[in-house]
């Protein structure tokens, strides 16, 4: 069963930095493109940062430079990297999945088949 667990967000101040972790429990017989997608109240959900399984990243222009994706495979946990956080990333912070053969558009939370719960990230100014 595939199952994916968000962690490490909270409160920060504007300027400061938080790690998130996304714990995964994925089919072995298949590799992953994964991401890192946002939501915000009143907002649809959008994509912050992704990974496939070959190790290419990419970024939304609006955290290109702030934020790092990363993924330790022997640890089955993402991470995202979040420095000189902004009021305006405060969101909902999703982990998603995808099988890599049927991924393309990997920044396109329609894209992607399996969903963690979400952790919380504020940032006051």
């Known amino acids: 069963q595939v199952r994916l667990v968000e962690s490490g967000g909270g409160s920060v101040q504007a300027g400061g930095s938080l790690r998130l972790s996304c714990a995964a429990s994925l089919y072995t017989n298949n590799r992953y493109s994964m991401g890192w997608f946002r939501q915000a109240p009143g907002k649809e959900r959008e994509g912050v940062a992704a990974?496939?399984?070959?190790?290419?990243?990419s970024y939304a222009d609006s955290v290109k430079g702030r934020f790092t994706i990363s993924k330790d495979n022997a640890k089955n946990t993402l991470y995202l990297q979040m420095n000189s956080l902004k009021p305006e990333d405060t969101a909902m912070y999703y982990c998603?999945?995808?099988?890599?053969?049927?991924?393309?558009?990997?920044?396109?939370?329609?894209?992607?088949?399996?969903w963690g719960q979400g952790t919380q990230v504020t940032v006051s100014s």
């Open positions: 990974i496939d399984s070959d190790g290419t990243t």
């Open positions: 998603a999945a995808v099988p890599a053969a049927i991924a393309t558009m990997l920044l396109d939370r329609y894209e992607y088949m399996y």
